[in-house]
């Protein structure tokens, strides 16, 4: 597989370090630029009318710099980071498409089971609609 973009799709949170892994073990093996991603529910605050264009969201500094800590530590991968706003499943397919990624890498929680993980999730709705592989990683 010749992948050039492989998408971690991520909630800044610990559950995401066995993910990354991955995803830059995959992109050092095939060349490919990582994109790491987040989804932040809602929408920004400049959608909500002109009287609140130019105010920072709260919270965003703070997630920035969470995502920001999730970086490969191999050497010659390439990372670039996004935050998205809205539905994560609707938000992260769209980014697929966009960005023509070649694979996708997501973490998943040890407390859920599979019956959990599949009902209704991001990680379902990606393994049944995105158009490349999905890889969903336990830590």
């Not at 800044?12 to 892994?21: E, F, G, I, P, Y």
């Not at 935050?83 to 859920?112: M, S």
Request: glycine share 8%; aromatic share 2%.
């Amino acid at each position: 597989m010749e992948a050039r973009k492989i998408l971690l799709a991520v909630d800044v949170s610990d559950v995401n370090r066995s993910a990354l892994d991955w995803a830059t073990s995959l992109a050092q093996a095939t060349g490919a630029k990582l994109l790491i991603a987040c989804v932040e529910p809602g929408q920004p605050t400049s959608h909500y009318g002109s009287i609140y264009q130019g105010l920072a969201d709260p919270g965003i500094a703070e997630l920035a710099k969470r995502l920001a800590a999730l970086a490969p530590c191999a050497e010659g991968v390439t990372c670039e980071h996004r935050i998205l706003r809205g539905d994560a499943k609707v938000e992260l397919l769209k980014l697929i498409t966009e960005e023509n990624v070649d694979a996708v890498v997501l973490g998943a929680p040890v407390h859920t089971g599979l019956k959990h993980l599949f009902s209704g999730s991001v990680a379902e709705t990606l393994l049944q609609k995105a158009h490349c592989p999905v890889m969903i990683c336990r830590p």
